[in-house]
């Protein structure tokens, strides 16, 4: 009851700003009138999603997030014609800004159906060479479902990795998901999971994850080929992590990997021996100007970092949130590969 409460007091919040966006846009358009159903239309379709889905509800889902897209690039293709029509002899007119938000989200929407394969190469502290899958962020739910695990999957076949790991928000929280559509993610290996925050907005989320096969290792650890595999679930306490690693039995002399889906207190993984730390969360900004404020609040916002023979990985997470779009980031499946390190490295 109290998560559904604050869901609720963030719609509130939310719908205020979505109708004060909605209004300056649409009348700017000379459509006005369309600003409260507009406004509407997307609380609406997130009460249903949660508490009736169907496929009106669903449609009307993914529409309206396309919309938000398309109303925040006509904000700034206004922004951008009021500029130019300072200049004298440029008249002023919504027409180009409407022109430009087409564009950047139908780039968008084509953008985030491409899934990348990246592949880091690592030097680890293990007797052989190791090959992993990380994916991230996949939010099956509304938008994605399960014809986006069975590419996801087709992906991970031709890798062919030692074990799948999932850095978090396996579910988007959007709709109810059961453990039929997560089986959809077929592979012939291990597969590792730790939640991330809207894997807790879906409720009992490890009966679903579980009964896919997959397992949940929050606040585990789990002994992969002689390497430590730590998960850390999904906190909203401040300093959880080294809280958490404080209580958790591994051994750091040991070679230590951790999933964590918030991309922080990174120097406090590695001062308790952790060699990688992969996580999630960012979605690399997912489209532009969001990762801007994205990245003032991670500065570990994607890719490969390394301080002093540690590595943290933060991945750009293989789908997407909220607008189905991608400008300036990629949908990602990230092939970790371990590379067998100098007998006496141990991270230092």
């Avoid at 952790?274 to 100007?289: E, N």
Wanted: hydrophobic residues 45%; glycine residues 10%; proline residues 6%.
């Amino acid at each position: 009851m109290r998560r559904e409460f604050q869901v609720l007091i963030f719609i509130l919040i939310f719908s205020s700003g979505y109708y004060l966006l909605n209004f300056t846009v649409l009348e700017s358009l000379g459509m006005g009138i369309l600003s409260l159903p507009l406004t509407f239309l997307l609380p609406a379709a997130i009460i249903s999603e949660r508490v009736y889905p169907s496929f009106i509800s669903r449609a009307a889902y993914v529409v309206s997030m396309v919309w938000v897209g398309m109303a925040v690039y006509i904000l700034i293709g206004l922004g951008l014609t009021f500029a130019a029509s300072l200049v004298p002899g440029i008249p002023f007119s919504p027409i180009p800004a409407a022109a430009f938000s087409i564009i950047m989200v139908s780039y968008g929407l084509v953008r985030a159906r491409d899934i990348e394969v990246r592949t880091v190469r690592i030097p680890f502290p293990c007797s052989d060479e190791l090959r992993l899958v990380q994916l991230s962020d996949l939010h099956v739910g509304t938008v994605r479902s399960g014809g986006f695990l069975r590419r996801v999957s087709s992906l991970i076949s031709e890798i062919e990795p030692d074990a799948v790991l999932i850095t978090g928000d396996l579910l988007d929280g959007s709709r109810p998901v059961e453990a039929s559509t997560l089986s959809e993610l077929k592979v012939e290996v291990p597969v590792f999971f730790v939640s991330g925050n809207h894997d807790t907005y879906s409720g009992d989320f490890r009966s679903a994850v579980e009964g896919a096969g997959i397992m949940c290792i929050d606040q585990r650890v789990v002994d992969f080929r002689g390497v430590q595999v730590a998960g850390v679930g999904y906190s909203m306490g401040r300093h959880a992590l080294s809280a958490i690693l404080d209580i958790m039995e591994f051994d750091p002399k040991r070679p230590l990997i951790l999933l964590h889906h918030l991309p922080v207190n990174w120097d406090d993984a590695r001062r308790r021996g952790v060699d990688i730390q992969l996580s999630g969360h960012t979605h690399g900004g997912q489209f532009y100007p969001f990762n801007l404020l994205v990245g003032m609040m991670f500065p570990f916002i994607r890719g490969l970092y390394e301080d002093s023979g540690r590595f943290l990985y933060v991945s750009q997470g293989t789908g997407t949130w909220g607008p189905p779009i991608r400008i300036g980031s990629s949908c990602e499946v990230t092939v970790i590969e371990l590379i067998p390190s100098d007998p006496g490295f141990n991270g230092d």
